[in-house]
């Protein structure tokens, strides 16, 4: 059961959000009157000792004492500050505040990479449709071969989506940056702390008024969840459109060898695996979503344990958005534009609409247009020759 319990396996990637928010509340009891000014001092020492160890990847996990990363801490704490200081930090503090102090905190830095990462992916594309200005190739609908756009059209639709990932991404912070700490388990901290120095020494927004609110929500990360969905969607939509261009079929554009690999058994062969992976880990993101909806879904009022089950999708969805979104950059950053093999896919039907355009200017209606250009078409197929 003690295994079946833990989390630190997976939520010590929190350690250092756990360490400033108990770094904070040890000032805050200070101002209380709970603790003495050196007590502070010292809480606050050694917990940047602890830190220290963390960043230095000298901390020792003691698996039967730590449950999670907050009794890692502590524990560590009181050994090199001694438990009876060590032991004062926690006074009226809950698991339960704390825990979703520190996903907040983690989860607002993710948050801020994230987008910055997604900008820099709408900057590649940009610079890369600059380059290709000139290349023409066939616009699909259907996949059917449709009309004549730029190549640099075709990237920048896909540009504009990553713009409102962003945009989405920046909204979503502010009801990250709330802060629930001083809530206690559920009914709130005895001890007067000020909750609003809290919120401004960790540099939240403001602080959640509704402490059973305040440790139970996980609307915000649902949020960034359902966000993390979408943008992948993106992501696997560009990926399977250059999958297929990249194909000897179509052969628009090619890979550079970083971004692809060979066949373990045909020579030949050049995978487009990256993009493959982005397309695959879009299953996986949308299922993090899931799994967590099903998690809160049916839960009663305030802390439940199911809450545990929050992090490993979050923590994973985190890392996957922000890993597909750098791959991707760079595979377009690095991405070979093939113009020649574009232009050969065209061909005169094509322009059947800009027949029927042609006559609408020269004053026929345009479903009477519609229906020459389309016969035109037809005699061309019949007559074996180009509509040209």
Not at 149 to 154: G, K, M
Not at 210 to 238: K, Q, T
Request: glycine share 6%; aromatic share 6%.
């Amino acid at each position: 059961m003690q295994e079946f319990n833990a989390s630190f396996k997976f939520d010590q990637r929190m350690w250092e959000a756990d360490i400033a928010g108990s770094q904070s509340y040890a000032r805050a009891l200070a101002r209380s009157g709970v603790i003495t000014a050196a007590e502070r001092d010292a809480l606050v020492d050694g917990l940047s000792k602890v830190a220290a160890e963390w960043r230095a990847g000298a901390f020792v996990e003691v698996p039967e004492r730590d449950e999670d990363i907050h009794t890692a801490n502590e524990r560590r704490l009181g050994e090199i500050i001694g438990t009876g200081i060590a032991g004062k930090l926690h006074t009226g503090r809950s698991r339960n505040d704390q825990v979703a102090t520190d996903t907040r905190l983690w989860l607002r830095t993710q948050v801020k990479e994230i987008e910055k990462h997604i900008k820099e992916l709408v900057t590649v594309a940009v610079r890369r449709a600059e380059l290709d200005i000139d290349v023409i190739m066939p616009g699909y609908t259907h996949l059917q071969r449709a009309q004549p756009i730029r190549w640099s059209h075709l990237l920048l639709s896909h540009a504009w989506s990553w713009q409102a990932d962003a945009q989405r991404l920046s909204e979503i912070y502010p009801r990250v940056n709330r802060l629930p700490l001083g809530s206690g388990a559920l009914a709130g901290n005895p001890f007067q702390i000020d909750r609003e120095f809290l919120a401004a020494d960790l540099g939240f927004d403001g602080v959640i008024m509704n402490s059973l609110n305040a440790v139970s929500d996980r609307d915000y990360i649902v949020e960034f969840l359902s966000w993390a969905s979408l943008c992948m969607l993106h992501l696997s939509r560009i990926a399977e459109d250059l999958i297929i261009y990249s194909s000897a079929e179509f052969g628009f554009v090619q890979l550079s060898d970083a971004y692809s690999t060979g066949s373990s058994l045909m020579p030949q062969k050049k995978n487009p695996d990256s993009l493959e992976l982005i397309r695959g880990k879009a299953g996986r993101v949308f299922g993090s979503m899931a799994t967590l909806m099903m998690t809160v879904k049916g839960l009663p009022s305030t802390y439940n344990k199911d809450l545990q089950e929050d992090k490993e999708p979050l923590f994973d969805a985190v890392t996957t958005v922000s890993g597909c979104v750098q791959i991707l950059s760079g595979v377009l950053a690095t991405l070979a534009v093939r113009p020649a093999s574009m232009l050969g896919a065209l061909s005169p039907d094509m322009l059947a609409t800009d027949l029927a355009d042609h006559l609408v200017r020269r004053g026929v209606p345009f479903r009477e247009t519609h229906h020459v250009a389309g016969r035109a078409v037809a005699l061309a197929e019949q007559r074996g020759a180009p509509l040209s």
